[in-house]
């Protein structure tokens, strides 16, 4: 079974940053791509970051491009999420996603880390 565990959430003011981590129990070369949700308290979970792990294209939500970088530390078996010019309305549970078959729905979820963005 793969766990994935996201931890670097928490409290920040608006404007400050906080990166994300999302370490996985098997090489992260398992998966097709790691991909970054969020789910905002009465919202849908919406995508907000994705790497594809053999070359390293990635892809980001419009209201997050410029601000958050998604990368990975092979060694680590770790997924990262710079999050900076932190919005209020980026307040929401942030959730690591890896992707074994995009073709499919072979995938494992994280158990999220809440991100709040206040003053």
């Known amino acids: 079974q793969v766990q994935l565990v996201e931890s670097g959430g928490g409290l920040v003011q608006p404007g400050g940053s906080l990166r994300l981590s999302c370490a996985v129990s098997?090489?992260?070369?398992?998966?097709?791509?790691m991909v970054w949700y969020r789910q905002a308290p009465g919202k849908q979970r919406e995508l907000v970051a994705s790497?594809?792990?053999?070359?390293?294209?990635?892809n980001y939500a419009d209201s997050v491009k410029g601000r958050f970088t998604i990368s990975r530390d092979n060694a680590k078996d770790t997924v990262y999420l710079a999050m900076n010019s932190l919005k209020p309305e980026d307040t929401a549970v942030y959730y690591c996603?890896?992707?074994?078959?995009?073709?499919?729905?072979?995938?494992?979820w994280g158990q999220g880390t809440q991100v709040t963005v206040s003053s």
């Open positions: 098997r090489t992260i070369f398992s998966f097709h791509s």
């Open positions: 790497i594809i792990i053999s070359g390293g294209y990635t």
């Open positions: 996603n890896a992707v074994v078959d995009p073709n499919t729905d072979w995938n494992y």
